[in-house]
């Protein structure tokens, strides 16, 4: 719509009206509005000269509309209210108390320590919404960089160009067996001992597999996957039938039953990951997301690894 179209009138004239109208005096409305007489009598012909026609009929004794002025004010009602109702909207999305989050997470996080965190964030926060995409690393980096999700949490290693990247700790691997393998009686145990073991794993495209193979691959040695699943819940359950062992990040582990598994700390090498959040670097975050990435800054545990 042309500028030129639109009335040049602003919302304490369109009050100043409805108020006139309201109280059937300039004298009375002036009184409630706080303003003197002559400054809202120029309020009211500043709003008569933008819309060409005579809003009021004034006598000695009373103040009454016009046919126009009845019509102008019904408009003016709704124009405030809607006003009034977009004004709290916008306090709202402001305030974090509406509005949507979209967060792409590998499934390890979104497993294991996410859920206790966002339960806690959206205690304060009942009427803005989650969406969860959970996916691998380069699924997350897609879904940022497409503008598909406002943020990810991911690994932090090689990011392309454009993805702002904050830390937020670091996370080692541990070695899940089922209950009663002969592992389990070591307190801890080597990346060599798994050499001849059957292993529950994830594809090889996935970046945990590849954190694995590359340190068995540093060591010189060979590591035999004996089934190779896409998701943690599958790989939980095959570990605790007892078809295989798992390497896994420390973090998934806390989202499932430690019911018939054993965990067990991994050494020579301790494997670490570098976690953290990352966004597009010349996307502005809505309050809502901004909101969310503050909590996780500030609520994530310390010292995972």
Known sequence: MPPASIPDLSARQLIAVLEV???????????????????????IQRVEDVLGVALFE???????????????????????????????SMRDLAEEQRGQVILSCIMSVANGLLPALVAAWRAARPGVELHLREGVH???????????????????????????????????????????????????????????EALVSFPPEARTRRIVDGAAAAAGLTLRPAVTVTQFATM??????????????????????????????????????????VTLAERALAPAAAGFLAMLRQAWPEGRD
């Open 236 to 277: 939980m359950g095959f570990v605790r039938a007892g078809v295989g062992m798992a390497l896994v990040p420390a973090g998934a582990i806390a989202g499932f039953s430690a019911e018939g598994v054993e965990v067990r700390p991994l050494v020579r090498p301790v494997l670490v990951r570098d976690l953290g959040i």
């Open 138 to 196: 380069g699924a997350v980096l897609e879904d940022v960089r497409s503008g598909a999700a406002d943020l990810g949490i991911t690994y932090l290693g090689d990011l392309p160009e454009g993805i702002a990247a904050i830390p937020l700790g670091k996370e080692v691997f541990r070695l899940v067996l089922p209950r009663g393998h002969r592992l389990a009686a070591q307190a801890e145990i080597a990346l060599a001992d798994l050499e001849g």
């Open 21 to 43: 109208a309201g109280q059937g005096s300039f004298v009375a409305a002036a009184a409630v509005l706080k303003l003197s007489q002559p400054a809202l009598t120029r309020s």
């Open 58 to 88: 004034r006598t000695t004794r009373r103040v009454r509309l016009t046919a126009a002025g009845r019509e102008f004010v019904a408009v003016a009602e709704r124009v405030l209210n809607d006003l009034r109702i977009t004004a709290r």
